[in-house]
């Protein structure tokens, strides 16, 4: 069994910045690809971002490219978001995931194995 625990969230203002992390704990799972997806209020959980064991690959979904960046760090594993230049669309609950299938990166979230708890981050106007 894996578990994931993210950093806190967050209040911050529009063009603002915020920094969220996940470290994963368990067994040895070797190589695996992790994301970071959101939800808010009334619609579907997201894609975020997604990263590959060795970053060899990184996507953005478009509405976030330019101004997240996420990384990892295997000797740690964890996984971070830096969320830059904040909008109030960003506005949702974030959750990290990890997946131990060698399918593609990019994935619904129904093809993640496990997940953080959430964490709500809110962007004020």
């Known amino acids: 069994q894996v578990q994931l625990v993210e950093s806190e969230g967050g209040l911050v203002q529009t063009g603002g910045s915020l920094r969220l992390s996940c470290v994963a704990s368990g067994r040895t799972l070797g190589a695996y690809d992790m994301a970071w997806f959101r939800q808010a209020p009334g619609k579907e959980r997201e894609l975020v971002a997604a990263?590959?064991?060795?970053?060899?690959?990184?996507y953005y979904a478009n509405s976030v490219k330019g101004r997240f960046t996420i990384s990892r760090d295997n000797a740690k594993n964890t996984v971070s978001v830096e969320m830059n230049s904040l909008k109030p669309e960003d506005t949702a609950v974030y959750f990290c995931?990890?997946?131990?299938?060698?399918?593609?990166?990019?994935?619904?979230?129904?093809?993640?194995?496990?997940w953080g708890q959430g964490t709500q981050v809110t962007v004020s106007s």
């Open positions: 990263i590959s064991w060795k970053s060899e690959i990184i």
């Open positions: 995931a990890l997946k131990t299938s060698s399918g593609a990166l990019v994935a619904p979230a129904g093809a993640y194995d496990y």
